[in-house]
């Protein structure tokens, strides 16, 4: 809940367009018609409608919008990074981020993180942003709604920058740029080598530095197949003779670096390549597989 008192200075606004100014709740116009309509908003502990003009001293009450409460489900999570507005997680390989099922990160994070002491605090913790159900790693999670609200704000911006390491087939030896557009949209991913493997059971293999500059959907998953070089393990883009099964995919989030949303302040975040990945490139062409 949010409470906001109307200032001298802002007697006469209409009080979407005050809302839209002084909340941190309310991003766009639609989204604070729809709370005035889901009587919402109150203004001196009443609804008002949206013509209403607000007056010095008025006391604003804005209510979140809440859904059903999650479940939650019981699991282990890393938590790198937390403080009471922002906390960053470790997703694990397989885990669906949201969804209708039970065994998902949102409800993983139901038990995990207890809520902000913050005046703003969510009823419940919310990744901010996603990953693939197959793909590891580090996921924003806010705690607070100002958190929601800003994170979100930097997302669109691309003021947030991710990293992630992958293990690709066959030997790629030079830094790469790919401009493959996704569904019609422009996407953008830069490909460092860091390693190659001529000699793993299956055949060469590289590890990689991924840079996404842009968010579209499976957008380093479809580049690196574009390339020629696809993710190990993926079993959506490349031919289903060469995919390694049962072993996962070999994709993970290892880099997160944005503005704090109450601060200002660069946050950054980091944690190393999954034990998983250098496990599988030492094994030598005799190893059990």
């Not at 913050?118 to 901010?128: C, G, H, K, N, Q």
């Amino acid at each position: 809940m949010e409470k906001i008192t109307v200032l001298p200075a802002a007697t006469g606004m209409y009080l979407v367009d005050f809302l839209l100014q002084h909340s941190e709740l309310f991003t766009s116009r639609n989204a604070a018609k729809k709370a005035h309509k889901q009587q919402r908003v109150l203004v001196n502990d009443r609804p008002q409608g949206t013509g209403y003009r607000v007056h010095a001293g008025d006391t604003i009450v804005l209510k979140p919008a809440q859904g059903p409460a999650p479940k939650p489900y019981f699991m282990e999570l890393a938590v790198p990074y937390q403080d009471d507005d922002v906390a960053v997680v470790y997703k694990p390989p397989g885990l669906p981020t949201s969804g209708n099922a039970f065994r998902t990160l949102q409800n993983v994070l139901v038990h995990a993180l207890h809520p902000s002491p913050l005046p703003d605090a969510l009823p419940w913790p919310r990744p901010v942003h996603r990953l693939d159900g197959p793909t590891q790693g580090l996921l924003m999670v806010a705690r607070t709604h100002k958190a929601l609200t800003q994170l979100g704000h930097s997302l669109a911006d691309r003021q947030v920058h991710k990293v992630y390491h992958a293990v690709v087939h066959g030997m790629l030896t030079e830094a790469q740029e790919c401009h493959k557009p996704i569904q019609g949209q422009s996407a953008h991913s830069s490909i460092l080598p860091l390693a190659t493997y001529p000699n793993t059971p299956r055949g060469p293999r590289s590890l990689v530095r991924l840079t996404p500059h842009t968010g579209r959907t499976h957008q380093l998953r479809i580049h690196l197949a574009a390339l020629g070089h696809p993710i190990l393990g993926d079993v959506q883009y490349q031919p289903a003779e060469n995919t390694l099964q049962h072993k996962g995919l070999f994709l993970a989030a290892t880099r997160l670096e944005f503005p704090h949303p109450r601060t200002g302040n660069t946050v950054w975040v980091e944690v190393p390549v999954p034990k998983k990945f250098e496990r599988f490139l030492e094994q030598k062409p005799t190893d059990n597989q």
